[in-house]
């Protein structure tokens, strides 16, 4: 079974946008890259099948309020089931609130007063606020440092050196009342508050409590351990505020240990040390072809906007900036002239002190609401390039960060390829050598996927970049590439993230997919297509690989046999996403790939399982070229005779599914035998069966986006 390697922090109705980034700052650092910590809405709670691959759900600040309106019923039915089969649930202040059995706050004021049951009851009593006096929503009136002492008893392989106290964030949490008394119901108290509180406690003063809840683990805490100081503002004109900040960051190395301490007592794999919040890295843009490059940069001059003389891309995701040499601007400098296209050329770009003032207008704007008149008043393009210069140059990886809002920087590389101090964790060279001799043995004359390539070391996600930026996306010729050696946001099917630490092969790939073809080689064949391409450029990779046992699961999955087991499990390798969009007279689809290469997190490597059975390790370049290859050859196949018997066949040989038998949940639990799928619409194909394996002669057809099959379960249910 795949390890749990989701940490999923609530970031719907109730919970408030600071402290959701608070959440994902801190555990990010201390978990990654062993976790995806992602945020989640109320409706991937309640209808997506979250709970098999999350490690640690989370739930921040806000108002539990929000909470109980979403969830209540069948959200905490499901967050219920999760923790008492072995989950672990993490709630900061409101959500500490909201996992008590009763929610006391500020009962005697008519404007602040909430209480009233609440569902989970993790803590078996009344969580009562204020804690201390002074809290104002939307506002850091009530906001100090308070003085959190450690119960070092409740945690094992406490350090030494570890202080008794330190000072963390607080803004409107409780007390856990009675928390003392509560033992005998499996409760500890984890921290205290040493200074006198605004409510009766009772028996003790508890302010995070742990608790076992059947199988699994709870933490509910009163303050903010989560937030971290650098991340908090000092405004102008508020002395007070800035001291709070002071005081929690001269104990914030005992804050960050008691942190770890928190998520190791939950079950979950810590960092020794915070790790630093990666920066985005370039963008080397490359070729083939001589004048591919300069071509391909030339076709981008219409959505260009100069700012500064340099070029940059504003799309509806990112802002790419696109640095050229000088016999590039002159030649693209003509090409605007001629083509009469009205250019505003812009001073200089922010930088230095301008920068670090642009971030501290933007931390004061995130504490104040948004003003409702500037949805009438849209920025310009170069308006919109300055407020993201200005951010990339403040951004620290000391701090959070929003990579959206990051300029991403596109180097082409016009007259030879990016060199190994360019690129140091890919090699070019050997990229486009073995993609030109993988093509030549598929037999791919012209061919057109791979042969464009964008490469970074670390990128949002290689997905993301191509689909969520529709003018850009326009703008590429079919089989364009994309490719990094980290990802910090991957993304997967419904809830699930693709973890992309660095040893992972990542790339999405463009094709162009006319509408002409909708009948004879309908879209959703392409995800099978893809699956077979991968499976087909293992194989492919070099004489002697050609026997490695991949399976393929549908509609888009690949599993790879561990060898040497008496049971010869099966092992996630690869997820396949396909997204498409509306683009003239064809489908844009974007097509992302990831494989767990070389690094064991989060589970098993396929190079690990090579070793085993006596293969030399796969290396990215020449595995992404033999699979783009492979793509181009299936892919062309399939557009000249649409799912054909020889793709077919192909198909069933790699697949797990031959005559398995299977439950179908949106049927009433009917059992029945896979049968294949259809040649039409791609649609997998099953027969009822009755009185254990007696086939009724009744078939059942299900499409793959609306419907998830669970192999090891023999499990199909439908998506919500």
């Known amino acids: 079974m795949a390890a749990k390697m989701n940490v999923m922090v609530y970031s719907g109705t109730g919970s408030t946008t600071e402290s959701v980034r608070h959440c994902l700052f801190t555990l990010r650092r201390l978990l990654s890259p062993s976790y995806a910590v992602i945020p989640v809405t109320g409706d991937v709670l309640i209808k997506e099948p979250w709970m098999a691959s999350c490690a640690l759900l989370v739930f921040p ?27 672990s649930y993490l709630g900061f202040c409101a959500g500490g609130y909201y996992g008590s059995a009763k929610c006391e706050f500020e009962p005697e ?26 809290f104002v929503y939307h506002s850091e009136s009530g906001a100090r440092a308070a003085d959190l002492y450690i119960h070092k008893t409740a945690f094992s392989d406490v ?31 984890l921290a205290s508050y040493t200074e006198d509180l605004h409510v009766d406690s009772g028996e003790g003063k508890a ?12 933490i509910l805490t009163g303050p903010h351990p989560e937030f971290t100081p650098t991340n908090l503002a000092k405004p102008i004109n508020n002395p007070d505020y800035s001291s709070i900040i002071d005081a929690i960051t001269v104990t914030d190395s005992t804050r960050v240990a008691f942190m770890r301490l928190l998520l190791s007592k939950l079950g979950l794999n810590v960092n020794e040390e915070p790790q630093a919040v990666p920066f985005l890295s370039r963008l080397h843009l490359s070729s083939h072809k001589p004048a591919g490059v300069t071509d391909l940069t030339a076709s981008w001059s219409e959505i260009f906007t100069i700012v500064d003389g340099e070029d940059y891309i504003v799309d509806a995701n990112d802002i790419f900036h696109v640095k050229q040499n000088e016999a590039t601007f002159s030649v693209q400098g003509l090409t605007r002239a001629v083509s009469d296209i009205a250019v505003e050329v812009l001073p200089k770009a922010l930088v230095g002190q301008d920068a670090k003032k642009a971030s501290l207008v933007e931390e004061q704007s995130r504490q104040n609401k948004q003003n409702p008149d500037e949805d009438n008043n849209p920025k310009s393009r170069e308006e919109q390039i300055r407020e993201r210069v200005a951010y990339t140059e403040s951004a620290s990886p ?50 057109t996927f791979g042969t464009s390539l964008l490469y970074a070391e670390v990128t949002t996600s290689t997905s993301t970049i191509l689909e969520k930026n529709p003018s850009l996306l326009r703008n590429l010729p079919d089989g364009f590439t994309v490719t ?37 080689a309908p879209v959703i064949f392409v995800q099978y297509v893809a699956a077979l391409a991968v499976a087909q450029g293992i194989k492919n990779y070099a004489p002697g690989y050609e026997n490695v046992t991949v399976k393929l699961k549908w509609p888009n999955d690949i599993y790879a046999q561990i060898p040497g087991s008496p049971t010869n499990p099966l092992v996630k390798i690869v997820g396949i996403l396909v997204n498409s969009s509306y683009s003239g007279s064809d489908y844009s689809l974007t097509v992302g790939i990831g494989l767990n290469l070389d690094n064991p997190l989060p589970t098993i490597s396929f190079n690990s399982l090579l070793s085993a059975i006596g293969l030399k390790a796969m290396t990215n370049e020449k595995l ?55 040649r039409d619409w791609g649609l997998l194909l099953a027969e009822e069966l009755s009185g254990g394996e007696n086939p009724t002669g009744r078939i059942v057809s299900l499409q793959s986006d609306s419907n998830r099959f669970d192999f090891f379960k023999g499990l199909i249910s439908r998506k919500v």
């Open 207 to 218: 302010a995070i409590v742990y608790r076992k809840v059947g199988q699994g683990n709870v």
């Open 624 to 678: 992404l070229a033999s699979i783009l290859a492979s793509f181009e050859s299936l892919y062309r196949n399939f557009c000249q005779s649409g799912w054909n018997r020889e793709l077919e066949e192909l198909y069933y040989e790699n697949w797990l599914h031959s005559g398995q038998v299977v439950t179908l949940e949106a049927h009433g639990g009917m059992k029945a035998r896979v049968k294949g799928i259809t």
């Open 398 to 447: 000391d701090r959070d960060i929003d990579y959206d809002k990051i300029v991403k920087r596109i180097v082409p590389h016009e007259n030879e390829l990016p060199t190994k101090r360019d690129t140091p964790f890919f090699n070019h060279e050997s990229y486009y050598a073995n993609l030109a001799h993988h093509h030549q043995k598929a037999q791919n004359h012209g061919p």
């Open 159 to 189: 350090k030494d050196e570890l202080s008794d106290s330190f000072k963390s964030y607080y803004n409107g949490g409780g007390v856990f009342v009675d928390a003392k008394t509560l033992e005998s119901h499996g409760v500890e108290i």
């Open 484 to 520: 990094a050696t980290t990802q910090v946001a991957g993304r997967g099917r419904g809830s699930n993230v693709w973890i992309a630490p660095p040893g992972a092969l990542m790339f999405s790939t463009v094709i162009r997919h006319s509408f002409s073809l909708t009948q004879s």
């Open 109 to 134: 004021n008519p404007d602040l007063a909430v209480v009233g049951s609440r569902e989970l009851e993790f803590f078996p009593g009344v969580c009562r606020g204020l804690a201390f006096p002074g």
């Open 61 to 87: 600040g806000g108002a539990d309020l929000g909470y109980c309106r979403t969830l209540n019923g069948e959200g905490n039915r499901r967050i219920t089931h999760y923790v008492k089969n072995g989950g």
